[in-house]
T-cell receptor, first 115, second 111 residues
Framework: GAGVSQSPSNKVTEKGKDVELRCDPI?????LYWYRQRLGQGLEFLIY????????KSGLPSDRFSAERTGESVSTLTIQRTQQEDSAVYLC?????????????FGAGSRLTVL | RKEVEQDPGPFNVPEGATVAFNCTYS??????FFWYRQDCRKEPKLLMS???SGNEDGRFTAQLNRASQYISLLIRDSKLSDSATYLC????????????FGKGTRLHILP
């Protein structure tokens, strides 16, 4: 696609429910990143995928968080048993390769509200 | 020391003024540097890359000081539309080429 597409754009859920967020990167981008941004805060790295390499999961805050990516296409971020502190905007970004010299293009984000 | 540090601001600057802010980084082996802009409730977008020789794009000038490990962003003749949060981004050469975002500096241009 022309840009990074994320869905849903907004999600309101009850505490304890599971949620799944989707990211469709730019076609041809091999690297994909997930970030979390709480209200008024900076970007918090969660996970990245690069081609068929093992993902870097070092930023996932707990075992309730997981992410998958099939090849170089869509990625899903799953949050199990959501808590109120999970409320945030979840941003996905992609780039041509996992190299710091490559520019990240972000999606518009998925805003998650846990009641 | 944090990997990437920025003054959170806010910087309140009158329209037409010049404003500059810095970003310091801890890893001397870092290789790539960027400034991103994030508008309220929007996603970050690339403003400009920062080259060793410094670079300019219209009213915006970015510079890199490797000896002191900081990058800077200068905005001349500021416009109301420049109001945003400016994010410093550094490619850390540690830990497998990790891309590190600063927390951002908030800029408010006052009419």
């Amino acid at each position: 696609g022309a840009g990074v597409s994320q869905s849903p754009s907004n999600k309101v859920t009850e505490k304890g429910k599971d949620v799944e967020l989707r990211c469709d990167p730019i076609s041809g981008h091999t690297a994909l990143y997930w970030y979390r941004q709480r209200l008024g805060q900076g970007l918090e790295f969660l996970i990245y995928f690069q081609g068929n390499s093992a993902p870097d999961k070092s930023g996932l805050p707990s075992d309730r968080f997981s992410a998958e990516r099939t090849g170089e296409s869509v990625s899903t971020l799953t949050i199990q048993r959501t808590q109120q502190e999970d409320s945030a905007v979840y941003l996905c970004a992609s780039s041509f390769a996992h190299s710091g010299a490559n520019v990240l293009t972000f999606g518009a984000g998925s805003r998650l509200t846990v009641l | 020391r944090k990997e990437v540090e920025q003054d959170p601001g806010p910087f309140n600057v009158p329209e037409g003024a010049t404003v500059a802010f810095n970003c310091t980084y801890s890893n001397s082996a870092s290789q790539s540097f960027f400034w991103y802009r994030q508008d309220c409730r929007k996603e970050p977008k690339l403003l400009m890359s920062v080259y060793s020789s410094g670079n300019e794009d219209g009213r915006f000038t970015a510079q890199l000081n490797r000896a002191s490990q900081y990058i800077s962003l200068l905005i001349r003749d500021s416009k109301l539309s420049d109001s945003a949060t400016y994010l410093c981004v550094v490619n850390s050469a540690n830990r497998d080429d990790k891309i590190i975002f600063g927390k951002g500096t908030r800029l408010h241009i006052l009419p």
